[in-house]
């Protein structure tokens, strides 16, 4: 199996093949942040530019770590400070990144496609650090690692993923790399955050938690946006709590061995319980430290790609 | 593929192996600190093997790893192929460890320099020997073998094949002329 791709933009685009690939590899990665040495020359010489047109912390810092322990050099482009202040294009900022010999592009940007278009127009690597509502690729990457990790196989669990389903990159990534690898996906959400048409996707939809959770091998539990909700309509916090926040007493009546994950950041007390998220169910923290095998193999993979084209 | 050459065979292989067990413990004066990793794939297969003959002569297990030089490779960016990434296992200290480092050919010698390197990435060890199943000639660096199976003379249009049990389910090393 040939890595052929030389940018990352989502999971829809790729093939069984393709994601079992990246899994494999990630499986291979994650040994390296276990040495003393974190470190490997695979991408010495080679340099990644973070261009982040949304605040981020964990992700920037995930693949900051991932793109380092392969020894590129990476640079962190603050958009607040720089020349797309100015007015500059997103075409015009990565060609000039582009015309600095930087080999990768990480960018995250608050308009779905905008990886896409970046993509087309450079021919340096682009890696979709999240793109609008449309896909977190690594995110999903992530959580489907830790997932077979914790399990042992994809195929055949039923999945449930609960939240903001509407405006979650996370979730379209996590369907389309779910249902790939043939698992069973039910989205759970308040009618108003499931999207019309979601169900095209192959996943099944629910408003019911306790129904879901009955079934599931495994939940993840996106994080409620409140900060996207600009007067559109969002259910109130307490209210969401009461009828899909993941507590003790709900998962008591789960199968014993769910997983419970998580993006975050958390909000403790409105997605989940604090006992939940600290509880031994729960692969938070596991998600984190695989993130950052699953971005070196995703990095690696994209540039060997670009090289194997010359 | 042109007809091949069967230069070892099952019993050869496991005199070979026996030897080099040998002269490793001879070689260290005893087994104390003495740890072997082999390179992905078959050297970890003939390592397994090597510490398997030391237990039946010594009676001791020595610790035993697998190493992935894939990312230390020096053609990485030149490699028309791609390579797969596999998984390293060295769940042992290898500081101030006698190591012996094993592979199935020494060719060109470039394995055996990104595998140095990966090694110093894991620590310091006392020493780093180096033991090989067959050793063909056409050294492209200054690397040479402290134990070695059979030393065949080859031409760069031949091709070394060792094929061993636990990965191919028959132990023989073959020479064959290259398209």
């Known amino acids: 199996m040939l890595w052929t791709k030389k940018d990352l933009l989502g999971l829809e685009q790729l093939t069984k093949e393709e994601i079992n690939l990246i899994l494999d590899t990630a499986e291979s990665f994650k040994e390296v942040s276990t040495r003393e040495i974190k470190k490997v020359p695979a991408l010495r010489g080679k340099t990644a530019v973070n261009l982040f047109y949304e605040p981020s912390t964990r992700t920037r810092v995930s693949f900051e770590v991932a793109a380092k322990r392969l020894s590129a050099d990476v640079i962190n482009i603050a958009v607040e400070t720089s020349s797309v202040r100015k007015g500059e294009t997103l075409v015009d900022t990565g060609k000039n990144i582009q015309a600095l010999k930087a080999d990768i592009i990480i960018m995250r940007h608050s308009c779905s496609g905008a990886a896409n278009i970046l993509a087309r127009n450079l021919n340096i690597s682009v890696v979709n650090a999240g793109d609008g509502w449309h896909e977190h690729p690594t995110q999903a990457l992530l959580d489907i690692f830790t997932l077979k990790e914790k399990l042992g196989k994809i195929e055949g669990l039923n999945v449930g993923i609960v939240g903001d389903i509407a405006h979650s990159r996370v979730a379209r990534s996590n369907i389309w790399g779910l249902t790939k690898l043939g698992a069973n996906v039910t989205l759970c959400a308040p009618k108003i955050l499931l999207p019309v048409g979601i169900e095209l996707t192959g996943a099944k939809t629910s408003s019911d938690i306790d129904e879901v959770l009955k079934e599931a091998d495994a939940i993840n539990v996106l994080r409620m946006q409140f900060e996207r909700d600009e007067g559109a309509a969002f259910p109130e916090q307490l209210e969401y709590f009461k009828k899909f926040g993941i507590t003790q007493e709900r998962l008591a009546r789960a199968k014993k061995n769910i997983v419970v994950m998580h993006p975050g950041p958390i909000n403790r007390g409105i997605e989940m319980s604090s006992e939940v998220a600290d509880g031994a169910n729960s692969v938070i923290l596991e998600q984190v430290t695989n993130g950052i095998a699953v971005r070196m193999a995703v990095l690696f993979l994209v540039s060997q790609a670009k090289d194997t084209k010359k | ?179």
């Open chain 2, 1 to 179: 593929m042109k007809e091949k050459v069967k230069i070892l065979d099952q019993e050869g292989i496991n005199r070979v192996i026996t030897r080099i067990a040998h002269e490793i413990i001879e070689k260290n004066k005893g087994i104390y600190g003495l740890c072997i990793v082999g390179i992905r794939n078959r050297g970890v297969y003939i390592a397994r093997r090597i510490a398997e003959a030391i237990k039946k002569i010594e009676g001791i297990d020595i610790p035993t790893g697998a190493l992935d030089i894939t990312l230390y490779r020096d053609d990485l960016a030149l490699a028309s192929g791609q390579p797969l990434v596999r998984k390293t296992e060295i769940d042992f200290d290898i500081n101030d460890k006698n190591l012996v480092l094993v592979d199935d050919v020494l060719y060109t010698g470039r394995t055996i320099r990104a595998a140095l390197d990966a090694l110093i990435d894991f620590g310091r060890p006392k020493t780093i020997q180096l033991a090989v199943l067959v050793d063909r000639g056409h050294r492209e660096l200054p690397i040479r073998a402290d134990f070695v199976g059979k030393n065949i003379p080859t031409s760069n249009k031949e091709s070394v094949e060792v094929r061993l049990q636990d990965a191919d389910g028959i132990d023989e090393v073959l020479i064959a002329e290259r398209e």
